[in-house]
């Protein structure tokens, strides 16, 4: 976990969400959080929070969508700062020399992520990538000058009048199949190239869930997707907090999150020799799962969630 001599890389200006991501910006609303109480502080690439810093102990990269930017939601407590904040502590080393690159964007779709893993991880130095990847229904577009992101489930039922073509073009083509398999190669190119450059990561979605192996149209997809580095969580879906816009993730799904990733990142230092990192961060889970409230309070949820289940 120490820099290296290759070339230095600059982060690329933010080309999404051209109106809101503006480099060096301060804003108090952001997205669905127009509720004035969060801030949002914008670097000088225009992503949430702040700037890369190659010579950090540990490097981390998040990437993903509103819930991984963390709208609603104050920046210390996103789970990638969570994450780090746990390192942190179970690595020894000083907060300041964690160092938390978030290119996630608001409404961001698969696409996205896995452009900005293409875009960036190359030529940048990590010792943790953390991968967000949303719903299928959502998609990117260029458009010759701009990435615009598409969402289905934000289109009222029936609209028709001033979609823009590539956008009235996905509504009509797009199906449940063609969206779980536009998702799936994504997921599959960024795990093909965290595996090709050799640098820990954790990939968590709430949409790629177990009984999905009963559709035989992915059944090639999921064979190839080498599943002990997938986190698949429901700590945002189960709604147990909100944030201050009241639609996304609150600080406690975002705590229980970070959380649950450590043993996956404990796995993938092992597997990259930081035997050292891999006792620390394993007896430091241990105490979160003894002790953290956020912890309790998402296994709560998922016990009563599934009670539910079985009553109905």
């Known amino acids: ?21 503006v480099p060096g910006r301060l804003a108090m609303e952001y997205g669905t959080d127009q509720s004035g109480r969060v801030s949002y502080r914008f670097n000088s690439a225009g992503f949430r929070g702040e700037d890369y810093d190659p010579d950090a102990r540990i490097r981390i990269c998040v990437i993903g969508e509103s819930q991984a930017f963390g709208t609603g939601l104050h920046e210390e407590l996103i789970f990638g700062n969570r994450v780090a904040d746990h390192l942190a502590a179970a690595l020894d080393v000083p907060r300041e020399e964690v160092n938390l690159l978030n290119l996630s964007v608001g409404g961001a779709s698969s696409d996205y992520v896995t452009r900005m893993v293409l875009k960036h991880v190359p030529g940048l130095e990590f010792d943790l990538v953390l991968l967000a990847y949303p719903q299928p229904q959502r998609m990117e577009h260029f458009n010759g000058e ?22 009235r073009g996905y509504r009509d083509l797009n199906n449940d199949h063609l969206g779980r398999i536009a998702m799936l190669k994504n997921v599959l190119l960024a795990q093909g190239l965290m595996e090709h450059a050799r640098i820990p990561y954790v990939i968590a979605t709430e949409f790629l869930r177990p009984n999905l192996q009963a559709r035989p149209y992915l059944a090639p997809f999921l064979g190839a997707l080498d599943d002990r580095w997938v986190l698949r969580h429901r700590c945002f879906v ?17 705590g229980a999150l970070a959380i649950s990733m450590l043993p996956v990142i404990a796995a993938q230092f092992e597997r990259h020799g930081e035997e050292d990192a891999v006792d620390q961060l394993t007896t430091y889970h241990r105490y979160l799962t003894e002790t953290d409230p956020d912890w309790h309070s998402m296994r709560r949820a998922v016990r009563e969630a599934r009670e539910r289940a079985l009553r109905t």
């Not at 976990?1 to 969400?17: K, L, S, Y």
């Open 238 to 254: 189960l709604g147990f907090d909100r944030a201050a816009d009241g639609v996304h993730g609150g600080a406690m799904a975002h």
């Open 1 to 21: 976990m120490q820099a290296t001599d290759r070339t230095f890389w600059a982060v690329e200006p933010c080309d999404a969400q051209l109106g809101e991501h």
């Open 146 to 167: 701009t990435y615009e992101q598409f969402d289905l489930a934000a289109l009222a039922p029936g609209r028709q009048e001033g979609l823009p073509r590539p956008l």
